[in-house]
């Protein structure tokens, strides 16, 4: 790429949406999610792609049954000579259409992964896509904060479990000091499960408005995690893959394309003062 095309009224370059999904707790559905819903937006015919931003132990690679000849390891390996065209050798492309950029191989590769490197290549593949979903790895990680800072939209999802609601109810007061709050979509997963507390009480549990809810069909999406087949490819006419539907629809409904800007650096220095304030740590 020419440095005219690279810098080529920059202010005024359009780039596509990034949707970070996270949870406060392991198991609650985060990667069943960012498949399901990347396809989903993908259906709508525009242009779709995947991060798996989990650097240790990402699982988009067994959601998508994908054979991938790279990961974010090469890219991270070389970021110095990669550009808005070359970096489309690096990504995987899965039958459903849709882009997918693996998590390293193994564990210890994460150490390759920087911020400034990480929001390199997301700019990149934002410019290309309308899209990108980053499935993030539990908790308020460094790689998962940064990931958050950079995304457009944040989708945190929970479920109807007392432990899961309390580290969930954290999670969004922490993301109130970081000033992120603005950004947060809550969505309720397994929603009509069996439980002490209902799916209509949670909104008022963790004070937010208007969350999204995932109907309960637990074979549906365990056997779709284990085959390596989204169900909204092969299960579209479950509940549960129209409720995915309809998430994708609402969230292109209220779309708007942002600039190219740069972004507070600072949310790691927020967070790093509210546990000093808090006087404790923040797990």
Not at 69 to 98: Q, W
Not at 105 to 119: C, G, Q, S, W
Request: glycine fraction near 8%; hydrophobic fraction near 40%.
């Amino acid at each position: 790429m020419t440095g005219e095309t690279m810098h080529h009224q920059p202010s005024k370059r359009k780039r596509g949406e990034m949707i970070a999904v996270c949870s406060a707790k392991g198991g609650v559905g985060r990667t069943t999610l960012t498949v399901n819903l990347a396809i989903s937006l993908f259906k709508k015919n525009i242009k779709v792609g995947i991060l798996d931003g989990d650097f240790q132990f990402g699982d988009i690679g067994l959601a998508l049954d994908l054979q991938s000849t790279f990961s974010m390891k090469d890219v991270m390996e070389e970021i110095e000579n990669i550009d808005e065209f070359s970096l489309g050798n690096y990504l995987c492309s899965h039958e459903s259409g849709v882009k997918v950029l693996p998590a390293p191989e193994r564990p210890e590769y994460a150490d390759l992964v920087t911020k400034e490197r990480v929001n390199r290549v997301i700019d990149l593949l934002l410019q290309q896509l309308d899209y990108l979903v980053v499935d993030t790895g539990v908790g308020l990680q460094e790689h998962t904060i940064d990931l958050i800072e950079k995304a457009d939209q944040i989708l945190i999802v929970t479920n109807l479990e007392m432990a899961t609601l309390k580290n969930t109810k954290l999670l969004i007061e922490t993301l109130e000091v970081l000033g992120l709050s603005h950004k947060v979509q809550l969505v309720i997963n397994r929603a009509d499960m069996e439980s002490v507390i209902g799916a209509n009480d949670v909104k008022d549990i963790l004070n937010i408005e208007d969350p999204i809810y995932i109907p309960n069909n637990f074979q549906v999406a365990s056997q779709s995690l284990n085959i390596g087949i989204p169900f909204v490819i092969n299960q579209g006419k479950t509940d549960i893959a129209k409720s995915f539907f309809r998430m994708a629809e609402q969230l292109t409904s209220r779309r708007e394309i942002s600039f190219i800007k740069e972004k507070n650096p600072n949310v790691l220095s927020k967070l790093l003062g509210f546990k000093l304030g808090k006087g404790g740590s923040y797990e």
